[in-house]
């Protein structure tokens, strides 16, 4: 499996859905950074905690997973070795006919290519290791990079721009600011009108109902990252950024700034003009950009917006084939619990971005 990202520090994931645990191996990360484990904590309850349940423990106890540290961590400080976190799997198999799924192939899985990669010997349990709960690992590991970026004043944040048909009002890609993020982050549904998220979930339970599922954008931003990080070319700061983000199951579409939108623009329209402001500072008056020019960071806030397809279980019979016999077939999935995945997708997306730019900074003067 193609699980470990590598530049200046190296992601390792491990484990399936249905196994006993899944975990992360984060190495390079620099020593003596302080781990505030109760904020740790705060951003995988976002991953976890469903928007589908009554917010109290009663009903979120099953959902408030949190991985056991094995090494890299010692009085709350990282010890530069590799920091290793697993989480159980106590959950047990489902009731579901996997000795089917090992050769039907259903809409929108990767069952059918997944069999042909593997030679049929790829674990298909809940999806295994394809799984989206493989991100609960991938968000331990955008925690631990989260804080270390916040005490250096960088703050990285993401919303639900959309579900459905259904829009919220995006941020200034000019004049985000921390506050702004803060707010958005510590929202059950993170979008910057609570009336729209209302409407989104409304429409995502009205989806459920009718046994369909849902997708929509997320855009994510970062603040106050300082011009002059990434590399050109192959090795750019939006490269790892996409490289990760599109290691989140569900993503199908990704565009920094105004993204496909500049391809109808004139070049007077998407180039950004520089001014110095007040405090002595090069920013750009518009961000059509994203605050990347060159694979490196320009100053201005880091934007970008991310595509999650629809939940592919779906409660429908779908046309499909049994590829062992190679006739036609109609498969029905059991009913999803989770209809939409946009929401959970938010924090898998923030880590990404934070992952990202604390691996570029490390190349960053007075950094460590």
């Known amino acids: 499996m193609a699980s470990i990202w590598n530049h200046r520090i190296s992601l390792s994931l491990f484990g399936e859905a249905e196994g006993p645990a899944i975990g992360v191996v ?8 302080y781990v505030d484990i109760t904020e740790l904590a705060r951003y995988m309850t976002r991953r976890t905690r469903s928007i589908f349940l009554p917010d109290d423990p009663a009903h979120q106890q099953e959902q408030l997973d949190f991985p056991q540290v094995l090494s890299g961590l010692i009085n709350d400080r990282t010890t530069g070795s590799p920091l290793c976190a697993f989480l159980n799997n106590p959950r047990g198999m ?20 997944g069999a042909l990669r593997y030679r049929g010997f790829a674990d298909v349990r809940n999806n295994g290791h394809l799984s989206e709960r493989m991100t609960i690992p991938l968000c331990f590991a955008g925690a631990v990079c989260q804080q270390i970026l916040q005490r250096r004043g960088i703050y990285v944040g993401a919303q639900i721009t959309s579900v459905h048909n259904i829009k919220d009002r995006a941020l200034s890609m000019t004049e985000v600011t921390k506050e702004e993020l803060l707010k958005i982050r510590n929202r059950r549904f993170p979008v910057n009108n609570p009336a729209q998220g209302k409407k989104m979930l409304a429409d995502i339970q009205n989806a459920a109902a009718g046994g369909e599922s849902l997708g929509g954008t997320i855009t994510c931003y970062a603040v106050n990252v300082p011009a002059g990080i990434g590399s050109p070319i192959f090795d750019g700061l939006e490269n790892s950024i996409a490289q990760l983000v599109f ?22 329209q998407c180039n950004d003009a520089f001014y110095v402001d007040d405090l002595g500072h090069v920013k750009t008056k518009t961000n059509h950009h994203g605050g990347i020019l060159g694979g490196i960071s320009s100053g201005m806030p880091i934007c970008f917006r991310v595509g999650i397809k629809p939940t592919a279980s779906i409660a429908k019979p779908q046309q499909t084939v ?3 016999a190679m006739t036609n ?4 999935t059991a009913e999803t619990s989770n209809p939409c995945l946009v929401p959970e997708a938010v924090p898998s997306v923030e880590a ?16 460590v």
């Open 329 to 332: 077939e109609v498969v029905q």
């Open 26 to 33: 984060l190495d390079n990360i620099p020593p003596g950074e």
């Open 352 to 367: 990404a971005m934070n992952i990202a730019l604390v691996s570029h900074l490390l190349d960053y003067p007075n950094f």
């Open 247 to 268: 290691g989140i199951p569900g993503v199908r579409g990704l565009e920094f700034g105004d993204g496909f939108l500049t391809a109808k623009m004139t070049g007077s």
């Open 322 to 324: 049994d590829y062992s």
């Open 94 to 113: 489902q009731q579901v006919d996997y000795q089917q799924m090992s050769r039907v192939a259903r809409p929108g899985h990767a069952d059918y290519t």
